[in-house]
């Protein structure tokens, strides 16, 4: 039932929302002056909650330009090297998804500055000017932001943790190792759930960021980052620490992986992003504050730590007219509300009238008003910090890392990428 009224509720947000953009959307949605034919957009959402929030949203873009046709651009990783290849190469897609950040940088000369659309179109309406940093390269805007993914979260099973008198929400890395203990000496002997190599380099950003607070974690992914001191070497420990209370990560594994020994009761902590939020509420039928709880991960509980979902306009679109009717819905407040009341993300936009708030799940509101007021970061694992290639680097050392275990090694690799 809880499955059902959830899908219920979020459905209506996305019929309410096309409703409202095809009613008052602007004079190009009208069929005889709007933009017509194909729109190719790339944007990775091919399954699961992502996928949901898209139809969402192209509920919102058939309401703003009834005779454009949506086609997926969807040949390769949005956010890999392939994509930036293909930008090169020619033709691009009409628009596609990155994150904001360092990865918009590497793009940016393959794309369209956006400045006018935005004085023009509006496009700033509702964004905080810490978010405005993350779309610029140089002087320029380069991307309309579309979403927000937080990314750092410590989610945790309440009936264990109730069943070991541990807490939810430990304010430091090290008192989450005592509180993983306290489970452990419960009965359950591995009380962390641990993925795959990607999931190794989460646990390592966060520990990183709890270990510096941001300004020195930026710092480390510059050249002669500090990652020779004290507070490096401790984090770094603490990740082999942490690895020794969990199943031991798989090569082939994901984060499914890890929220599945966790929603079965297997784990009783994760430290992952929001999108695993929908999947325990949805695809478990587990109850929000009831059957598990949500914290800011230890020790990261002032930064909002999170990888932004933007669309950019490629140099040479085939279809500009529908590329910015589509940038249009990506900007509006009912597009967003479409699109990530319907995957569990926050919109980047933080003027929702308190009535749009109340649709939002339990987690949702909680982690809109931590949107508002804590301080943004980009993601390492899951984009903005680093470009691609780098990214990359800092994933293989990870991995290598599951192998060895040798931190010093994992310090010197990490340095290079």
């Not at 380069?142 to 430990?170: F, H, I, M, Q």
Request: glycine share 12%; net charge neutral.
């Amino acid at each position: 039932m809880q499955i059902t009224r959830r899908g219920v509720l979020l459905g209506a947000v996305a019929a309410a929302c096309a409703t409202v953009l095809a009613r008052f959307g602007p004079a190009e949605a009208s069929s005889a002056d709007g933009p017509a034919g194909l729109l190719e957009v790339s944007t990775g959402w091919t399954s699961g909650p992502e996928q949901n929030g898209l139809q969402a949203l192209l509920a919102g873009l058939k309401g703003r330009a009834p005779d454009v046709t949506f086609v997926s651009g969807d040949t390769s990783d949005p956010r890999g090297v392939d994509l930036a290849a293909r930008l090169a190469a020619g033709p691009p897609p009409d628009s596609l998804r990155c994150s904001g950040g360092a990865e918009l940088a590497e793009l940016a000369d393959r794309l369209e500055p956006l400045d006018g659309m935005f004085r023009s179109r509006g496009w700033s309406a509702g964004l905080p000017g810490s978010l405005l940093a993350r779309l610029r390269v140089g002087s320029s805007l380069y991307a309309v932001p579309a979403g927000v993914r937080r990314t750092n979260l410590l989610w945790s099973d309440a009936r264990l943790l109730a069943a070991a008198g541990a807490s939810p929400a430990p304010p430091r890395p090290g008192l989450l190792v005592a509180e993983l203990q306290r489970v452990a000496a419960a009965g359950l002997r591995t009380p962390l759930a641990v993925g795959g190599p990607a999931e190794v380099l989460h646990l390592l950003e966060t520990l990183l960021l709890a270990a510096h607070g941001p300004d020195a974690f930026a710092a480390l992914w510059r050249p002669g980052g500090p990652w020779r001191d004290a507070a490096t070497d401790s984090a770094l420990r603490l990740l082999d620490t942490l690895l020794d209370l969990a199943v031991p990560p798989a090569p082939d594994a994901d984060w499914t992986d890890a929220a599945h020994r966790f929603g079965s009761g297997q784990a009783a902590y994760l430290l992952t992003g929001d999108w695993v939020e929908g999947w325990l509420r949805d695809s478990l039928g587990l109850r929000p504050g009831v059957d598990y709880r949500w914290a800011a991960a230890p020790g990261t509980g002032e930064v909002f730590q999170s990888r932004v979902d933007v669309f950019v306009l490629p140099r040479g679109a085939r279809h500009r007219p529908a590329a910015l009717a589509w940038l249009d819905v990506c900007a509006s407040l009912d597009g967003q509300v479409a699109l990530n009341g319907a995957r569990a993300a926050v919109p980047a936009r933080t003027d929702l009238p308190e009535p749009t708030r109340a649709l939002f799940g339990p987690y949702a509101r909680w982690s809109l008003d931590e949107w508002r007021g804590r301080r943004p970061l980009d993601s390492l694992t899951h984009g903005g910090l680093l470009g691609a290639r780098r990214r990359a680097a800092a994933l293989g050392a990870a991995t290598a890392f599951t192998g060895h275990r040798d931190s010093a090694r994992l310090a010197r690799e990490l340095a290079l990428a």
